[in-house]
């Protein structure tokens, strides 16, 4: 069987660490599972900040984003921790997923969140998305934890980094598959 993920990273840093542990996700995903990365980071970047008043027309970014999520089977996401929250800019492409209510794109995803952070290694911004993720539907994919401290420093934009590092993503990556064979037919 085949799956696509689309990546995202919350990061839009040019030397993003979070954008390179979804490049080494990229790189050790098995044949069958595809990422995308740098399709869905243009999209994220073309967004507006979420507007309620933009639903009843919402603009082509918005439309294409929505597109883009709703025919994939699983979400990976690289989340830096701002101020003990998830950041910004992955939050609000996540809010345009939710969107309208009762219509939105994100039914029945497997998801999996990592997180290059800082000192603190950003393991605070992943309970609050796994709650709203699940409360939605998704199958979140919560072990190996993934939470890098001062990622910025261990990870390239690219996705080299130590074989720690490396391994830790790979079971994760692992994991999805293993998620992605047991969800229900639909
Ligand atoms: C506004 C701001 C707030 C931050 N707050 C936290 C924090 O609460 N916890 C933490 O571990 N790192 C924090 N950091 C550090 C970021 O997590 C770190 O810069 C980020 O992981 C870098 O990601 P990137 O390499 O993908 O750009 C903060 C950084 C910024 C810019």
Do not use: C
Request: proline share 7%; glycine share 10%; net charge negative.
């Amino acid at each position: 069987m085949n799956f696509r993920a689309i990546g995202i990273s919350g990061s839009l840093r040019a030397a993003s660490s979070n954008t390179g542990l979804l490049r080494i996700a990229q790189r050790v995903a098995p044949a069958e599972l595809t990422i995308e990365v740098d399709e869905p980071q243009h999209a994220i970047q073309q967004l507006p900040f979420y507007n309620e008043d933009l639903e009843d027309d919402p603009p082509a970014s918005v439309q294409h984003w929505r597109e883009l999520v709703s025919g994939a089977d699983a979400l990976i996401i690289g989340m830096p921790e701002h101020n003990f929250s998830p950041a910004a800019v992955a939050k609000n492409a996540i809010d345009w997923l939710t969107r309208p209510p009762g219509q939105h794109t994100l039914q029945g995803k497997v998801i999996a969140m990592m997180t290059s952070g800082g000192m603190g290694g950003g393991s605070r911004v992943q309970p609050p998305l796994a709650l709203i993720l699940g409360y939605l539907g998704n199958t979140i994919v919560e072990e190996p934890a993934v939470n890098v401290k001062l990622g910025g420093t261990r990870i390239t934009v690219d996705g080299t980094a130590d074989d720690e590092i490396v391994d830790l993503v790979r079971e994760k990556i692992a994991n999805v598959v293993a998620a992605l064979h047991a969800r229900p037919a639909s």
